[in-house]
């Protein structure tokens, strides 16, 4: 079945989105004119307004610029899930043999597996680390990504804890219960904290850090 005017836009809005991109910046990143995919560029003049399509040319820039198949793309434009960003993982034992590297240092060869990051979305945010509890694994002015759908918390987590009382904390968990939550710090000039289960509004595992 041929692809819809709406479903091919569609699918480089898609694109654009999985990359981290807007539009303008995806047509760029593809050596083409920032406004090549521009709301205004998708209809022409005429009551109604004339569906424009993107050229032959620009797709194939975009796929080309974004590593994407020509199948993939389909599939995006046939409203397919968006297909989870991806680095290449390998196990650290691994890491210290010959023909997994090449002589720039970026990853080669067979063995490397997917490792999943986390999927942008509402449940997904970025806090600037306070003070100095968690040095030198946190330093004041880190930046944590934790996802507030990852409730699934395990001893030796490394967390973000909202309190009832109005504090937002970094810490990390050393022991937990049904009713509460002991919550430990890094820094051994700080004693750990239990909590009851009652007096936290949210608990979410934290998922990268800048440092």
Do not use: C
Not at 6 to 13: N, R, S, T, V
């Amino acid at each position: 079945m041929p692809l819809s005017h709406a479903q091919i836009w569609k699918a480089i809005d898609r694109l654009a989105r999985r990359e981290g991109l807007s539009a303008s910046a995806l047509a760029r990143r593809a050596g083409l004119d920032a406004t090549s995919f521009n709301p205004s560029k998708r209809f022409g003049p005429g009551e109604p307004p004339r569906p424009r399509w993107p050229s032959t040319e620009s797709l194939t820039r975009i796929l080309e610029a974004t590593g994407l198949s020509l199948g993939d793309f389909a599939a995006l434009a046939q409203d397919a899930p968006d297909r989870p960003a991806t680095l290449p993982m390998l196990g650290m034992a691994q890491a210290g043999q010959d023909g997994f590297f090449d002589d720039a240092g970026l990853p080669t060869g067979d063995g490397w597996e997917p490792t999943e990051l986390p999927r942008s979305g509402d449940s997904l945010f970025s806090l600037k680390i306070a003070g100095d509890s968690m040095a030198p694994l946190y330093r004041e002015g880190d930046r944590v990504i934790i996802d507030q759908a990852a409730t699934e918390v395990r001893k030796g987590d490394r967390v973000v804890v909202r309190t009832m009382d109005g504090q937002t904390v970094a810490k990390e968990i050393a022991a937990l219960s049904a009713r509460s939550v002991t919550l430990a710090s890094i820094n051994p000039a700080y004693e750990p904290r239990t909590i009851a289960r009652a007096d936290i509004v949210w608990m979410a595992r934290i998922l990268w850090v800048s440092q």
